[in-house]
């Protein structure tokens, strides 16, 4: 039973579908909540789905972290491929970064009016 589970094509799999599972909830996230604090987490649950995909995508069964060390002075064919988790963790300091700035525009917005659901928006002078 362990054995299945530690084979690449399994893993891919479940990776791909627990991705897209967190991909669907946090798009559903998204189109149906009002409140623009739900909205922006549901943005961030995408976004984290997308990056599970994308490391989980780039996942070799049996293969090491690239870390030299222990008189390991080369990358050799045993290591993963370090790009894409350094593009990973780039994307995911920005995007800390943008959701920060994102719920401090909430709070701010919610200061000024009161309330932070969109369907109660009308600060572009349309008659309510």
């Not at 189109?31 to 995909?53: A, D, G």
């Given at each position: 039973m362990l054995e299945t589970l530690n084979q690449p094509t399994y893993l891919?799999?479940?990776?791909?579908?627990?991705?897209?599972?967190?991909?669907?909830?946090?798009?559903?996230?998204?189109?149906?909540?009002?409140?623009?604090?739900?909205?922006?987490?549901?943005?961030?649950?995408?976004?984290?789905?997308?990056?599970?995909?994308?490391?989980?995508?780039?996942?070799?069964?049996?293969?090491?972290?690239?870390?030299?060390?222990?008189?390991?002075m080369a990358f050799d064919h045993r290591m993963v491929d370090p790009v894409p988790q350094a593009m990973i963790l780039t994307t995911i300091v920005i995007g800390i970064a943008v959701l920060a700035l994102g719920l401090s525009y909430v709070v701010r917005y919610y200061r000024l009016s009161g309330h932070t659901r969109i369907d109660q928006m009308d600060e572009l002078g349309e008659a309510s």
């Open positions: 891919h799999f479940v990776i791909t579908v627990g991705a897209f599972g967190v991909f669907a909830i946090g798009l559903i996230g998204v189109l149906v909540k009002k409140n623009l604090f739900k909205i922006f987490l549901s943005f961030s649950l995408v976004e984290s789905s997308l990056f599970l995909f994308f490391i989980g995508s780039h996942y070799d069964v049996g293969k090491r972290a690239p870390i030299v060390a222990d008189g390991v």
